[in-house]
């Protein structure tokens, strides 16, 4: 590194200098949404290049301080100087905290989540099950991370509640075997979205069906679009990627490790036995790791499964009804809040029922709730800013900005780095669908008007939107599988970037290989 970039580094990387950046920043905020809000030219649906500054000057700062709550809410703020909103808490946080979709959130990844690991702390559920687990098919660090990877695949209903439910079940097993914690939010993280796009037994093929009917006349009906996107499972490339470098990052055979920091996290639990870098900040608190199982209680492995059996039995079991018996494939029986809530309720009926107190149970439930406090704070301003970047009008900034670019030859790269930057400046994936498939399936169908071609493009999007989301540090998968595995953040969305580009970079060469040889 040369003397001029050791300057920067150490300049720019000075707490005090931070501070004073950030103090002169929110002035210089300040003064501009007092002469300038409402002041910034609209073009269209957007406000030109001025609706990509919220999540990226938010994402920046998240990068640059390591500190994401302020960075999200500098964001926010931004936003509302841009729209000409300068209340944002009538204009952004409350429409946004105030969702169902908020308060699903906060009932089932959160409290329920939470409460479940308070109360396995106080069952010993999870280390029960860890050691039984250990004595079957885990023998150190690399068949840990092999179980990791495994449980990600079984539990692959979608992003959210795949990150909750692997990492709140592998994280006792792979803590004993000395895995970091960076490695095991990657594993988790990795095997959570892409899993749900390759095993679609879930609802995300009726999400993008909905998304897709009446594009072209190949998509008339719903079941057209769901049928699609099974037929394109084969050609989804990143997903596929990403699961097998999953695979073999697990069992510790990847030729080379990309990025120095997720060598160095490796190499320090090993040898220290330090599942965190010193100076971090995880997200999952002392309430959820610390056990504190009653001297009269003996722990069981029904203290584990008997709540996961909940879980996935009703979230799963009606799906499968529905769909495959009653053939209701337009509208399956989807009962995920349910299933959390019940297994919390299992977890304590079983606890009370084996001699706990019920104070003792409660308490469990308490402080699982209290350790997930910052995951609520971060989310919060998370969806919130997504508001901000729909208010502003980012996603249709980016969509312009690259809709002219119609080479057959790198169209579908084109579609998948462009889904990237959106879901990774918003923080979602499906968010991703609703404005680029619009936009992406006419502009394949007029550029070559071929099904193969078409699920090429298909593919992409589905693709590019789940490596944003899986990277963005203001995503809800990001975040809580840095929860569920109580890894800090940014120390999990710097180690797993690297990982998650080569899988999409191999993606993309993929892509313009199979236009080149058969389109």
Known sequence: MSDQSNYLAETFGNPETRRKIYVGGFFALVIAGIFFAGNFPEQGDHYGVWSIMPPLVAIVLAFWTREVVSALFIGICLGGVIAGNLNIVEGFL???????????????????????IGIWTRTGGAEKFAVWA???????????????????????????????LTGATVRPVADKHKVSHEELSYMVDSTASPAATIIPFNVWPFY???????????????????????????????????????????????????????????????????????????????????????????????DFFGPIGALLGVAIIPYLVTYFIMGRTDDPTLMIAEAFVLAVLVGIGIALAKGMELQEAIDGFIDGCKGVTIGAVILALAVSLKEVADAVGTAAYVVELVGDIVAPFALPGILMILCMLIAFSTGTSWGTYAVVFPVAIPLAWAVVPDPFFLTLCFSAVIGGAVFGDQCSPISDTTILSSLATGC????????????????????????????????
Not at 151 to 164: D, E, K, N, P, Y
């Open 488 to 519: 800090d953040l940014m120390d999990h969305v710097t180690t797993q970037f690297p990982l998650a580009i080569m899988a999409g970079v191999l993606a993309m060469i993929s892509y313009a290989m199979m236009v080149v040889f058969f389109v």
């Open 134 to 164: 250990s004595g079957l098919m885990v023998r150190g660090p690399r068949s840990a991370k092999f179980f990791t990877w495994l449980m990600g695949l079984v539990f692959h209903q979608g992003g959210t509640i795949s990150t909750v």
């Open 208 to 302: 993008v069906g909905g998304l897709v009917i009446g594009t072209i006349p190949l998509f008339e009906t719903l079941q057209d679009g769901v049928n699609f996107f099974f037929s394109a499972i084969l050609f989804n490339f990143y997903a596929m990627f990403a699961i097998l470098i999953t695979l073999l990052f697990a069992w510790e055979k990847l030729p080379w490790v990309p990025g120095k920091k997720m060598r160095a996290a490796t190499k320090r639990a090993r040898e220290t036995g330090e599942l965190d870098r010193k100076g971090a900040t995880p997200m999952a608190a002392d309430e959820l790791t610390d056990r504190k199982v009653p001297e009269n209680y003996n722990p069981g492995l029904i």
């Open 94 to 116: 409350i429409p946004s905290i105030g969702t169902e979709s908020f308060a699903v959130i906060l009932l089932v990844y959160l409290w329920a989540l939470g409460g479940l």
